[in-house]
């Protein structure tokens, strides 16, 4: 299976070689018809520290890097 791929803003640099990225998806709701926003809120890997809150990036799936991170940074 794919590794999935999702693009988001970083929302919090201030761990150490850890970044929080909210990615946004929209959809049409069902019943109601209209285009709903949702975001999500993803716990990532960036090992040269090398983004800061408020860059667009991409991220990918990996092996767990520790309890909350699964994500690791792809590129800007």
């Not at 709903?36 to 983004?51: G, I, L, M, P, Q």
Request: net charge positive.
């Amino acid at each position: 299976m794919p590794k999935r791929i999702l693009q988001g803003t970083v929302t919090s640099a201030a761990n150490d070689q850890s970044i929080t990225v909210s990615v946004e998806r929209r959809f049409t709701h069902p019943v109601l018809k209209k285009t709903v926003r949702k975001t999500k809120k993803y716990r990532a890997h960036d090992s040269e520290n090398a983004f800061k809150k408020g860059d667009f990036v991409r991220i990918i799936e990996c092996a767990p890097y520790s309890k909350s991170k699964r994500w690791e940074v792809l590129e800007a």
